[in-house]
């Protein structure tokens, strides 16, 4: 894991965009694992600033949702298909089609999830996962207690996370979905690249035990000590329980006026 610490989400941001850019630079067809929540959206807004420079197009490129609320209307706006649409797909070049999200509006919710695992691999799994992470420590939608070696699924949301989602939903925890349709951990972690960004100090738990704890389902992002190339990037909030920072901590001084190759 390289974990990475900057001053805010908009440093973030720049830094994360500038690792999706040289992916797409050096594969124009690669795969892209897209997450929703609030953490990725500095970096989408730099992806859509590049996009708008002729800096980079997403044109050869098809991207794959880490998962949807199950119950929402298609068209409602926290349907996370349309949260994405909104805060990135539509202001950038994916062809049609190109950008998927798990189907919730199916007879067979299970079937559907077969279905994508499928697609995923039809497509040649995921170059690069972006990933947020919930405050009890859930990624995508795995939440605690999940095995660890899940596939896409359908999940029962706990209290935690409905609770932190309401705000999405004018604060109203009765209007927020009690289900989920859900990439797994082990489809997750079949990602070649995993790119997270965690920022404040309500992630500050889930980020300590995801770097410092014991892998455990009870943290299910703790999955991700497994993975041979992922990067956190934090915010100072999010990074603050973190008691042996300096041991693992990638020094990036200088990283937002440079490209990623002056560093490999
Ligand atoms: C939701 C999403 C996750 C996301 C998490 C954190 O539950 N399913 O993919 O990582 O929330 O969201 P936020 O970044 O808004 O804190």
Redesign the pocket.
Known sequence: MQVAVFKNEEEIGIVAAKRVARLIKSNPEAVLGL?????PVPLYRELVKMHLANELSFAQNRAFC??EYVGLADDHPEAYRNFIDRVFTSHVDFQPGAVRAPSTSGPNLKEGALEYEAAIRAAGGVDLQI????ADG????CEPGGPLNSRTHLVFLTEQ?RR??ARFFDGDITQVPRM?LTQGLATIMEARELLMIATGENKKAAVTAMVEGSVSAHWPSTVVQYHNDAIILLDEAAASGLTMRDHYQVNWEGFLETEWTDYE
């Open positions: 997450a929703t929540g609030s953490s880490l998962d990933l947020g992470i919930g859930h990624i995508g939608f996370t932190d989602n989920g």
